[in-house]
């Protein structure tokens, strides 16, 4: 299994940690695939999973043109390297859950470990 393709696992094993259903993953190419989560609540959530060194600005534009609708509860960019500042800026005004690499890695082994007592884990990602 590719590296790409266990970060797209984890993100999935970190939302079913959480509670939440993973209904699908669609590949996207060039590293870039969108994981279709069913919250504890039943909102449809999109998390665009980002396998790069660095998200900027406009792959966070490019996500909102492309998946944003009336329906869609909660979106989130989750990358396994770091996000520019501008990235960061324009997901804070719209609302977009930003996940770098090390806070990604930080909430799955919360998640781990909370699961192994289990207790509900409160995180970033609801």
């Known amino acids: 299994?590719?590296?790409e393709a266990i970060f797209i696992e984890e993100v999935k094993e970190l939302f079913s940690l959480l509670g939440h259903r993973?209904?699908?993953?669609i590949k996207q190419g060039g590293g870039t695939t969108?994981?279709?989560i069913r919250s504890k609540t039943g909102e449809m959530w999109i998390a665009r999973c980002l396998y790069m060194?660095?998200?900027?600005?406009?792959?966070?534009?490019k996500f909102l043109?492309?998946?944003y609708t009336d329906k869609t509860?909660?979106?989130?960019?989750?990358?396994?390297?770091?996000?520019?500042?501008?990235a960061?800026?324009?997901a804070h005004t719209?609302?977009?859950?930003?996940?770098?690499?090390?806070?990604?890695?930080?909430?799955?082994?919360?998640?781990?470990?909370?699961?192994?007592?289990?207790?509900?884990?409160?995180v970033g990602l609801k």
């Open 53 to 61: 060194d660095e998200v900027d600005e406009a792959a966070v534009q």
């Open 22 to 25: 993973v209904e699908g993953a």
């Open 94 to 122: 719209e609302s977009v859950q930003l996940v770098d690499g090390a806070l990604f890695q930080d909430y799955l082994k919360r998640a781990h470990t909370e699961a192994k007592k289990a207790q509900p884990i409160e």
């Open 34 to 36: 969108d994981v279709i």
């Open 65 to 67: 043109e492309a998946v």
């Open 73 to 86: 509860g909660q979106i989130a960019v989750i990358t396994t390297g770091t996000t520019a500042q501008e």
């Open 1 to 3: 299994m590719s590296q």
């Open 88 to 90: 960061q800026r324009l």
